[in-house]
């Protein structure tokens, strides 16, 4: 669904999006939330090294393994940045934002560079949501579920990304089950295409 069909449909939902619970925070507030990288101990990327992009797709990615309750996802971010740049020569973490257990966000890399993948397609482009987890064994926990569509929606409005641009790294390559079964099972549905929706209607309703 291009941007003035997803903008249609906003339309026709608005009604629904009132009778919704209201949530507390608006998109604004979702990006003000988010956690910048000084906080959690991360160091800002070598800017000559990256590769610039235009926003066009939003994709979803999962860790790939287990993340323990009580895992500190600070340490495990910083972790993951000196992983990236020492064992792979990647620019820094190959995601542009990182959902923990508690549906916590944080920035990764810096949105206007590219990220990385260790598979074939072309990230370019590509605004890339990590959640931390192996969705091929586990279940996404509703906070991580409301976190990706919060998520979704500020970055589809933000950079007036169409709902069928919402996709995961398995719908650009045959070489990877990432964002694992679990989690894949809520696209395969439509679920946060759908909730992005409801998201962006709900804010525009909020806003008049």
Not at 57 to 81: C, K, M, S
Not at 99 to 121: F, M, P, S, V
């Amino acid at each position: 669904m291009s941007l003035r069909p997803a903008l249609a449909l906003l339309c026709c939902l608005l009604p629904l999006a009132g009778a919704l619970p209201a949530r507390a925070q608006t998109l604004a507030d979702i990006g003000r939330a988010i956690v910048p990288v000084q906080d959690w101990g991360g160091t800002p990327a070598d800017a000559t090294r990256a590769r610039p992009q235009v926003i066009t797709h939003i994709t979803l990615h999962h860790q790939g393994e287990p993340f323990a309750p009580g895992t500190d996802p600070r340490q495990y971010l910083r972790n993951l940045q000196a992983w990236s740049r020492t064992s792979k020569g990647w620019l820094d973490i190959p995601y542009h934002y990182i959902i923990d257990l508690d549906g916590r966000i944080y920035a990764g890399r810096d949105i206007a560079y590219a990220g990385d993948t260790n598979t074939e397609y072309d990230p370019t482009g590509h605004a890339l949501i990590e959640v931390v987890g192996n969705f091929e064994e586990v279940e996404p926990n509703r906070r991580q579920l409301d976190a990706i569509v919060d998520l979704m929606a500020l970055l589809a409005d933000r950079y007036h990304v169409g709902l069928d641009a919402i996709r995961t790294h398995r719908d650009y390559s045959s070489h990877t089950v990432c964002p694992g079964a679990n989690l894949y099972r809520h696209v395969q549905e439509g679920y946060f295409r759908h909730g992005v929706a409801l998201r962006l209607a709900r804010e525009r309703s909020n806003q008049h």
